[in-house]
């Protein structure tokens, strides 16, 4: 790879930062990886990427990319359909509000806008879901809105390189790094420009054991020339930490189950589970009036970014029609069939107690 400080042959640049974004640019074309929402300019479909993107790895994000462009085509279709169905199509991406702001979003770019995303960055952030950065990814690839997209790996590679030292846990940094990088970018290609500086913080400059060695900037590096790359980015930041404790009661009864759809307010809304009673402390076992422990299963760990779940789930069978319909009633939950559970969406861990335990 080219010394920063070395020009294309036969080109004329003006500035440092015309030296960064052509090294950057031709290290992009070279090594990018093919993903399939960069073989499109369909806000529609770059959209949906950038959520699904968002807390998500491209490993992890890719199937789901694939789900949905597979079940609607257009933002129309992708509003027309039911909550539920988008929710069981998110299954297991988390931060489920995601899902519910798209299908909001989808419903505004439809009916407000004709089915057409709003084409610059300043109107694209007054949709649902949303933010600065979605907005720039979507302006500057589909529109060519020269508006920089800042997350996390463009705020480590500011940070690093030019030795930026605003905490990005402030928000009156942001500032700093966005006009950081739309100094950098070159305005006849935007969309490149955001996606290579995502690109290469993924891949490159990473949070933990950069790859230094492969980095055309190295020898230029604020980080590295001052042994600094493990304190940038500044993020002063803490997050404390909730712990939770869930116990889940399953009750069947010739082979249905009872599911509840949980209500706005807390985390996993709209998804379905079983019946909850919460404490505050773990509840080792207990009984139920009219039914039959069958399975009382061991505590699970789910971490959130802010809470750390704490689950169990007992499992009992009731032992009388009567009784049974007097719970359905008494609790207003849903009966639904054992072998029909798949078609609910569901928080990640009943998922997984589902798939690992009770369906066994």
């Given at each position: 790879?080219?010394?920063?400080?070395?020009?294309?042959?036969g080109?004329?640049?003006?500035?440092?930062?015309?030296?960064?974004?052509?090294?950057?640019?031709?290290?992009?074309?070279?090594?990018?990886?093919?993903?399939?929402?960069r073989?499109?300019?369909?806000?529609?479909?770059?959209?949906?990427?950038?959520?699904?993107?968002?807390?998500?790895?491209?490993?992890?994000?890719?199937?789901?990319?694939?789900?949905?462009?597979?079940?609607?085509?257009?933002?129309e279709?992708?509003?027309?359909a039911?909550l539920?169905?988008?929710?069981?199509?998110w299954?297991?991406?988390?931060?489920?509000?995601?899902?519910?702001?798209?299908?909001?979003?989808?419903?505004?770019?439809?009916?407000?806008?004709?089915?057409?995303?709003?084409?610059?960055?300043?109107?694209?952030?007054?949709?649902?879901?949303?933010?600065?950065?979605?907005?720039?990814?979507?302006?500057?690839i589909?529109f060519?809105?020269?508006?920089?997209?800042?997350?996390?790996?463009?705020?480590?590679?500011?940070?690093?390189?030019?030795g930026?030292?605003?905490?990005?846990?402030?928000?009156?940094?942001?500032?700093?790094?966005?006009?950081?990088?739309?100094?950098?970018?070159?305005?006849?290609?935007?969309?490149?420009?955001?996606?290579?500086?995502?690109?290469?913080?993924?891949?490159?400059?990473?949070?933990?054991?950069?790859?230094?060695?492969?980095?055309?900037?190295?020898?230029?590096?604020?980080?590295?020339?001052?042994?600094?790359?493990?304190?940038?980015?500044?993020?002063?930041k803490?997050?404390?930490?909730?712990?939770r404790?869930?116990?889940?009661?399953?009750?069947?009864?010739?082979?249905?189950?009872?599911?509840?759809?949980?209500?706005?307010?807390?985390?996993?809304?709209?998804?379905?589970?079983?019946?909850?009673?919460?404490?505050?402390?773990s509840?080792k076992?207990?009984?139920?009036?009219?039914?039959?422990?069958?399975y009382n299963?061991?505590?699970?760990?789910?971490?959130?970014?802010?809470?750390?779940?704490?689950?169990?789930?007992?499992?009992?069978?009731m032992?009388s029609?009567?009784?049974?319909?007097?719970?359905?009633?008494?609790?207003?939950?849903?009966?639904?069939?054992?072998?029909?559970?798949?078609?609910?969406?569901?928080?990640?861990?009943i998922?997984l107690?589902?798939?690992?335990?009770?369906?066994?």
């Open positions: 790879m080219r010394n920063i400080n070395k020009p294309l042959k080109e004329q640049l003006h500035s440092k930062e015309d030296w960064f974004s052509t090294q950057l640019l031709e290290w992009y074309d070279i090594n990018k990886r093919e993903l399939p929402w073989e499109t300019k369909d806000p529609f479909k770059v959209w949906l990427s950038e959520i699904i993107l968002q807390q998500t790895r491209v490993s992890q994000g890719l199937p789901y990319y694939q789900k949905f462009t597979n079940s609607f085509q257009t933002v279709e992708f509003a027309k039911d539920d169905e988008i929710l069981k199509l299954q297991g991406l988390g931060y489920y509000s995601r899902a519910r702001n798209m299908h909001e979003c989808a419903t505004v770019v439809s009916t407000k806008y004709s089915g057409h995303f709003p084409d610059n960055y300043v109107e694209l952030q007054k949709l649902k879901g949303i933010g600065k950065y979605t907005a720039a990814a979507i302006a500057s589909c060519n809105d020269p508006v920089p997209s800042v997350d996390g790996n463009v705020f480590r590679v500011l940070s690093r390189l030019f930026i030292t605003d905490d990005i846990a402030k928000a009156i940094s942001f500032k700093v790094y966005f006009e950081k990088a739309k100094q950098l970018m070159p305005e006849n290609q935007p969309g490149n420009f955001n996606q290579a500086m995502m690109e290469f913080g993924a891949t490159v400059c990473v949070p933990k054991s950069p790859n230094c060695d492969e980095c055309m900037f190295a020898s230029h590096c604020f980080a590295s020339q001052h042994n600094m790359i493990d304190k940038l980015p500044v993020k002063s803490t997050v404390k930490v909730k712990h404790y869930l116990n889940y009661r399953v009750f069947t009864f010739d082979n249905h189950v009872l599911l509840r759809q949980r209500k706005s307010g807390d985390i996993w809304t709209g998804l379905f589970e079983f019946d909850l009673l919460e404490t505050e402390k509840l076992s207990s009984n139920f009036v009219e039914a039959k422990l069958q299963s061991k505590e699970i760990i789910h971490q959130l970014t802010h809470q750390k779940l704490h689950m169990q789930f007992q499992v009992f069978e032992e029609k009567k009784a049974w319909q007097q719970l359905k009633e008494e609790k207003q939950m849903k009966e639904v069939s054992i072998a029909n559970l798949g078609e609910f969406a569901v928080p990640k861990p998922e107690f589902l798939n690992n335990e009770f369906c066994q």
